[in-house]
């Protein structure tokens, strides 16, 4: 049996389970920030899948980060990956804390939340797949209309956080050595485009993306398109309909390193994806293409962006196949051109 950490009342132990994705675990460093300021003492350690660790290691709020293998059936039953869970979950029975906080309210997140061993469990009440019954601690469900910053600063304020304002930092160092994305020229000006996103229906049709970017190059700018390598054939297919030369980086750059193009990017446009959050947490302005999901819930948190969208009576559906997805389809490039002017106009 494992040793047991007993808990030490003058420095409460917090866990706070946010696995994922990118832009979700964005949304909560707001909360994270509130949670330090209620617990100065506390020792905060914060669960995360191990793709989105580089945004936590080393933040100043945090004391601990748990990386865990993200497990799928069709990939990441590995022995490693086994190995690396068994050790994870002998850890997290060996201590015990004061407070365990489900931000995430889904399945796989309860698991964890059943697993630590505390005398208090808080999240949200009615949350996805069952995942509240594991909380002894329920706060009425949450307005789904409301932003995901507001509401988990809400579950803050249960907890005690006073009001303040919204606070985004990171844990990682935007990086970027402009010498190896820029070999063939001086450093100039760049937008970043990053026209990926998980869902097909948030895609917004190569050619829109084409034609913006060839606008971009007219007014002086050096376009830069980035994205994961599963959005290599998409990024490339606007690369090959411009007719101004592009610098196509998808699956070329560490997190880091797309932290860095994004802070020293004259502002952003990008589809409803985690870069457009990670954009925004980095001070970058936005120009966020939005189809069938809510900006009003999931939008770039922050003033000064703009949000690009037609308004459909089907939108938003939140459906990840469409037939007819005429919310991206029918929405121009000459829309998104006049929001990336008034971007421009403001600063």
């Not at 706060?139 to 303040?164: C, F, I, Q, T, W």
């Not at 990086?175 to 100039?188: G, I, K, L, T, Y």
């Not at 959005?231 to 070329?252: K, Y």
């Not at 939140?318 to 829309?335: H, M, V, Y």
């Amino acid at each position: 049996m494992p040793k047991i950490t007993t808990v030490n009342p003058s420095r409460p132990r917090i866990l706070l389970i946010k696995l994922s994705s990118l832009g979700d675990v964005i949304h909560a460093l707001p909360f994270l920030e509130a949670l330090r300021e209620t617990f100065p003492q506390g020792r905060i350690t914060w669960l995360v899948e191990r793709a989105f660790s580089p945004l936590l290691m080393g933040h100043p709020a945090l004391d601990q980060v748990w990386a865990v293998p993200r497990l799928r059936l069709t990939q990441g039953w590995s022995a490693a990956n086994l190995g690396e869970l068994g050790r994870l979950l002998r850890r997290l029975r060996s201590q015990e804390f004061d407070l365990v906080i489900d931000l995430q309210g889904l399945l796989k997140s309860a698991v964890w939340a059943a697993l630590a061993r505390s005398p208090r469990k808080a999240g949200y009440d009615k949350t996805r797949e069952g995942s509240y019954l594991v909380l002894n601690e329920r706060l009425e469900p949450y307005d789904p209309e409301a932003h995901a910053v507001k509401r988990y600063l809400n579950l803050a304020h249960y907890l005690g956080a006073p009001p303040a304002l919204p606070r985004f930092r990171l844990g990682l160092t935007p990086d970027v050595d402009p010498a190896r994305f820029f070999p063939d020229s001086a450093p100039q000006e760049f937008v970043v485009l990053h026209p990926g996103a998980r869902w097909a229906t948030k895609l917004w049709p190569a050619g829109s993306w084409a034609q913006l970017a060839d606008w971009l190059s007219r007014q002086g700018f050096r376009v830069v398109i980035t994205g994961s390598a599963a959005d290599r054939q998409l990024t490339e297919e606007i690369s090959a309909r411009m007719h101004e030369p592009a610098l196509n980086l998808a699956g070329e750059t560490s997190l880091a390193e797309l932290a860095g193009l994004l802070k020293k990017a004259r502002f952003a446009i990008t589809a409803d994806t985690g870069p457009m959050h990670l954009a925004a947490a980095l001070g970058t302005k936005v120009v966020a293409v939005f189809g069938p999901t809510a900006p009003w819930r999931t939008g770039p948190f922050g003033a000064g962006h703009e949000i690009v969208r037609l308004e459909l009576e089907c939108s938003p559906c939140f459906k990840r196949q469409c037939p007819a997805p005429r919310c991206l389809s029918e929405l121009s490039w000459e829309t998104a051109r006049a929001a990336c002017e008034k971007i421009l106009s403001s600063h």
